[in-house]
């Protein structure tokens, strides 16, 4: 008698990060603007039903990516856009922080083709990428009318089978699906970060002018095997974007 195969859990993102990703949202909001106070770790704790631990990670992330500032005695304030140059700030020390980046933003994929990685990419990248690959391709805006944050071409390896056809291309991030619609588990993710000049085409996806400076963010998506099952190319405005990165010293 055949068994069913047991779909895999999902992973749980930690409270902390939750909590992070819904503060950043009303802060890029303007929930915060006109001089209203930003609440106190006790009233954090009461209004989400989380531990005093969980507010402060969750602060502490939020004061790494320049969003707030701390002082004791003085309260946590919120970091006029001026100070944060009015980008968007993107955290990342692990998965759950890079899901956040999609939170307060939207984007609509649609399929772009299928066949080899390009040249232009596969260059890029240190290990083997050979077989089919389907695109996709979007641009991420705050809002419908908004100017474009990012222009991204993601990748999927033919080693995903069906699950490719599967993606609902008007949900945002692809990459969280493919765990959950192919059985896949990510092992690591590498990320190659160069400051480059926009192309006739990215200038045109994010509405600059040919030439101007540009963030091009390449992520590579491997199993707990090594194997590259999607590759993501993301190129950012550089005026309307910022990344930021937290690094816990161990004593």
């Known amino acids: 008698m055949a068994t069913q195969a047991k779909e895999p ?9 939750q909590l992070a990703g819904e503060l950043r949202e009303a802060i890029l909001q303007g929930e915060f603007a006109g001089g209203r106070q930003f609440p106190t770790e006790t009233v954090l704790c009461g209004r989400y039903d989380v531990s005093r631990y969980t507010v402060r990670e969750a602060l502490r992330r939020l004061e790494a990516e320049g969003l707030i500032q701390r002082r004791r005695g003085s309260g946590t304030t919120v970091q006029p856009a001026a100070a944060r140059g009015g980008a968007l700030h993107q955290p990342l020390s692990n998965v759950g922080e890079l899901l956040q980046y999609a939170q307060g933003s939207q984007v609509v994929y649609e399929r772009d083709g299928e066949g080899q990685l390009p040249e232009a990419v596969a260059e890029q990248i240190a290990e083997p990428t050979g077989g089919v690959w389907t695109s996709f391709r979007g641009v991420r805006r705050h809002g419908e009318h908004d100017p474009p944050i990012a222009a991204t ?6 080693m995903l089978g069906e699950a490719v056809r599967e993606l609902d291309l008007g949900a945002g991030t692809l990459f969280s699906q493919i765990e959950r619609l192919a059985g896949v588990q990510i092992g690591k993710i590498t990320q190659d970060i160069q400051a480059i000049a926009a192309d006739d085409a990215i200038a045109a996806a994010l509405e600059v002018e040919e030439g101007s400076p540009v963030l091009r963010i390449l992520r590579c998506y491997s199993d707990p095997r090594g194997r590259i099952f999607e590759i993501s190319v993301s190129h950012h405005p550089g005026d309307r974007f910022a990344y930021a990165m937290h690094i816990d010293v161990e004593a």
């Open 153 to 158: 071409v993601a990748y999927f390896h033919e």
């Open 9 to 17: 859990k999902a992973k749980r993102t930690p409270r902390y990060l």
